[in-house]
């Protein structure tokens, strides 16, 4: 019986070419809308998440404005966060716009970050050649500095520049080392993730910094911890000797877990993922309409053909079989065909915008499970009228 209605479905569907494709068309598109959007917005937040996680992992991050009284940490208070268990290293950082020249080429908008020999320890850049900045760069009275190799293809395009001098900010500073905008690290990834691959950048030790640009502390720290299990207790303890820095004064720093940020990003995208299935899902509810408006007239079609089926003994429960046998067949060649379709999408899409095309599981169980659920319920209405005509009344109809 199972096989005689479903041969019956699919005769009527054949027989029916147009009605039955742009019946399946609302299905398709509305499939093709889950998957492709949910696959592409997950795409893109879980390149954003691996970057993070490359910033952020065993890294916590201090902006440190201060009091009017103490504006910033110095570097006794750094020395004490140094000091703390599971604190692997304190790196201070400041960042400012100068000047660079060298041989009467000038470029006014060089970032200058002023570092430390942690920052480099810690792969906070990947070098192409030289060395990083030391311990021994931190006295204040040399002038080394890391060059990108922005900087050095302006500067000393075709030559080596290691071992050369250029002026930023005043100072002549000579060059150490180079690195590799595109080797990874912290700092590449920034530079990806924001399109600054290009942009000039020089560091020098940061005490060179504090005085280039007149500060007498520092506002901004990168502290790296050694064992991520323990970050809440790292943040209690930071927090105390940050309190006793300034006095207890409220709003005065800020302690930055990115690995909790992390946290949030996920609660987001799956509160995005719901809303954009939410509106894809409109679609499916239109092609489900699409569906029992086809039934339905299919059912008025065909009455003549029920009440005779009836007449000659036909059990209502195998005509409703077939007519919901057909609705879940459309409803599923629409599920398919908008599979197909949203996974070509999504895959031209990521490929566009440079992020890696992986497949969501889940948009393809939620796109197709629902093309299966509106085939059962838009189509139950239709067969259960077919079902109950009575033959008599059937068989007179025009």
């Not at 006295?139 to 500095?145: E, L, R």
């Not at 001098?165 to 993730?193: K, P, R």
Request: glycine share 10%.
């Amino acid at each position: 019986m199972f096989r005689e209605s479903i041969r019956m479905s699919w005769s009527n569907i054949i027989h029916n070419k147009m009605r039955s494709f742009l019946t399946v068309l609302g299905i398709l598109i509305g499939v093709m809308a889950i998957i492709s959007l949910i696959t592409v917005m997950q795409g893109a937040i879980n390149e954003v998440n691996s970057q993070f996680a490359g910033l952020g992992a065993g890294m916590l991050t201090v902006q440190a404005q201060g009091t009017p009284l103490k504006q910033g940490v110095n570097d006794s208070d750094i020395q004490k966060l140094a000091e703390l268990d599971n604190v692997s290293g304190v790196s201070p950082t400041l960042s400012f716009i100068s000047a660079a020249v060298k041989d009467g080429k000038l470029n006014e908008s060089v970032t200058v970050e002023g570092r430390n020999e942690v920052y480099f320890k810690n792969g906070g850049v990947s070098l192409s050649e030289g060395r990083p900045l030391n311990i021994l760069d931190m006295s204040g009275s040399t002038y080394p500095c890391v060059i990108n190799e922005a900087v050095a293809s302006e500067f000393f395009f075709g030559k080596d520049a290691l071992g050369q001098s250029i002026l930023v900010g005043g100072h002549t500073y000579t060059i150490v080392g180079v690195m590799d905008d595109a080797g990874g690290g912290v700092m590449s990834a920034m530079a990806a993730m924001f399109g600054m691959d290009n942009e000039g950048k020089i560091i020098i030790p940061y005490k060179n910094a504090l005085k280039m640009t007149g500060s007498a502390n520092i506002t901004s720290l990168e502290i790296y911890i050694s064992d991520t299990d323990k970050t809440d207790q790292t943040i209690a303890d930071i927090n105390e000797v940050l309190n006793q820095a300034f006095n207890y004064k409220e709003h005065s720093y800020r302690v930055i877990n990115i690995e909790s940020l992390l946290s949030t990003m996920k609660n987001m995208q799956g509160i995005m993922t719901a809303l954009l299935t939410g509106i894809a899902s409109i679609a499916l509810l239109v092609g489900g309409i699409g569906i029992m408006n086809m039934m339905l007239v299919s059912v008025t079609e065909r009455t003549k053909e029920i009440g005779l089926r009836k007449a000659l003994g036909a059990d209502p429960l195998r005509i409703q079989l077939q007519f919901l046998i057909e609705a879940i067949v459309l409803s599923m060649l629409g599920g398919m065909m908008g599979l197909i379709m949203g996974l070509l999408i999504s895959a031209v899409v990521c490929s566009a915008i440079g992020i890696a095309f992986t497949p969501s599981a889940s948009a393809i169980l939620i796109g197709v499970g629902f093309s299966a659920v509106i085939g059962v319920l838009f189509g139950w209405a239709p067969a259960r009228k077919a079902s109950m005509l009575n033959p008599i009344d059937a068989l007179r109809s025009e």
